[in-house]
């Protein structure tokens, strides 16, 4: 059984950066690609990055291209998902995700396991 747990997240200005982290348990990390998702109060639940199971592949959504920055270390058993030059529609909570596919992935209903998720909130 895999858990996850976030965290990093918090309040920040506009173009301030925020670094969110993601602990795996229960399984090795190398087994399985994972991705970073967010809900925004009012909104459906977003796609935002993956990384396949070496992270040697990485997906983004147009919005973060070139802001966020998904990477993985499979020793430390933990995702990361570096963002900068951070945006007020940024604000949501950021959900981390497990697939049992290796390769990267999209679609959130692949996905079979869910962290709790943490808030990130971006002020102007």
């Known amino acids: 059984q895999v858990q996850l747990v976030e965290s990093g997240g918090g309040l920040v200005q506009a173009g301030g950066s925020l670094r969110l982290s993601c602990a795996v348990s229960g399984r090795t990390l190398s087994n399985f690609a994972m991705g970073w998702f967010r809900q925004a109060p009012g909104k459906e639940r977003e796609f935002v990055a993956a990384i396949n199971w070496s992270g040697s592949s990485t997906d983004y959504v147009a919005s973060v291209k070139g802001r966020f920055t998904i990477s993985r270390d499979n020793a430390k058993k933990t995702v990361y998902l570096q963002m900068d030059s951070l945006k007020p529609e940024d604000t949501a909570v950021y959900y981390c995700?497990?697939?049992?596919?290796?390769?990267?992935?999209?679609?959130?209903?692949?996905?079979?396991?869910w962290g709790q998720g943490t808030q990130v909130t971006v002020s102007s």
């Open positions: 995700a497990a697939t049992q596919r290796f390769s990267a992935t999209s679609q959130a209903s692949l996905y079979s396991t």
